[in-house]
């Protein structure tokens, strides 16, 4: 079977041969528009296009792979899709991706980034298991480099995609105030945490916009853990003062917790109480009962547009390291949430 050419892929496209170049050389930013990049990157897929590496390499002098370095990311239940999305956006544009982990341990650390030194890889994916301000080891080129998941300490010395936590913790209120509910309380996630407060943050302002105002004893860092979010949920219900109908939960094992405490102290999820959980984690959010209206983190598409914003640098004067691009956190509804009894 004849393999497919730029020629093919441009006939298809209705474009140039010059622009399919662009797109799969990483010179599209500029010189094409959106569209026009992703109608070519469509004709490639339909057509099963890869650019010849070998000669690209031979002009280019690159080595047509990047290398993802990450700390738990690759065996992380929550960021495989972060992998999956990098691999494809590589591979849309002729790449193919080193994936290396050093497991927080500095050694390792530092034989993976020698190891992506002697494969000469054209640049690095530096990636998170979870959102934190980071030490980016020595050694990486701010040009060559784009974060995932995380920042930097030292602002503007690196470009990252990131999740816009602030946001996703207003949509998470949001589907609660659009239920109807009043009487909201937050149990957080730990104090100083970066993720935590952005999401509280997100929570604070959207219960302002909506003229409400935020109970001190019902606004609370509970921690991550299943156990953290049972212990703080049975204070918050098993009361004898009010209690809200509605909570929204810094994660997704937070708001597992409360499902069983609301079991154990007979309160109805969610007919007397809707709960919101933050992550939508795999094998749990939508197994959970009921299941579980929650907050998806992007990891599929910031593994992609780091990879993009990575390649786009690689054809002109490197990464812009002053940019951090924030992805939304869409809402993903299930069961979980009612609009209140009283």
């Known amino acids: 079977m004849k393999r497919p050419t730029s020629r093919d892929v441009a006939e298809l496209a209705q474009v140039s041969r010059s622009a399919v170049s662009f797109v799969f050389s990483g010179r599209a930013e500029g010189n094409l528009s959106a569209a026009t990049q992703e109608r070519i990157r469509e004709a490639a897929r339909q057509l099963g296009y890869r650019p010849d590496e070998v000669a690209r390499s031979l002009r280019g002098r690159r080595s047509g792979a990047i290398g993802m370095l990450s700390d738990e990311i690759a ?54 298991m979870s959102m934190r301000r980071t030490g980016v080891p020595e050694g990486l080129d701010p ?75 019902w606004a609370v860092c509970a921690g991550w853990q299943i156990d953290q979010g049972h212990a703080e949920a049975m204070r918050l219900l098993g009361g004898a003062g009010d209690r809200p109908t509605g909570v929204l939960c810094a994660n997704d094992r937070v708001a597992a917790g409360v499902l069983l405490a609301a079991a154990r102290l007979g309160v109805d999820v969610p007919g007397e109480l809707s709960v919101v959980g933050y992550d939508d984690q795999d094998q749990m959010a939508g197994h959970l009962v009921p299941a579980l209206t929650t907050i998806a983190l992007p990891h599929h598409r910031m593994g992609a547009e780091a990879v993009r914003m990575l390649l786009d640098g690689a054809g002109g004067e490197g990464v812009d390291r002053t940019a951090v691009r924030y992805l939304d956190c869409p809402v993903v509804e299930r069961d979980s949430v009612r609009p209140p009894a009283r």
Do not use: K, W
């Open 75 to 128: 065996t992380s239940p929550f960021a495989g899709r972060m992998v999956i999305g990098a691999m494809e956006a590589a591979r849309e544009r002729g790449y193919q991706v080193l994936l290396l982990e050093s497991r927080l341990d500095p050694e390792a650390e530092a034989e993976a980034l020698a190891e992506l030194r002697a494969r000469r890889v054209d640049g690095v994916v530096y990636a998170a």
């Open 143 to 217: 040009s060559a480099t784009v974060l995932a998941n995380c920042l930097a300490h030292e602002e503007g010395r690196y470009a990252a995609v990131v999740a816009d936590e602030h946001a996703g913790g207003r949509a998470a209120v949001e589907v609660l105030l659009a239920a109807g509910h009043r009487d909201i309380a937050l149990l957080g996630g730990e104090r100083g945490d970066i993720a935590a407060e952005a999401r509280a943050a997100g929570f604070r302002e959207g219960m302002a916009a909506a003229g409400l105002a935020v109970r001190p004893e």
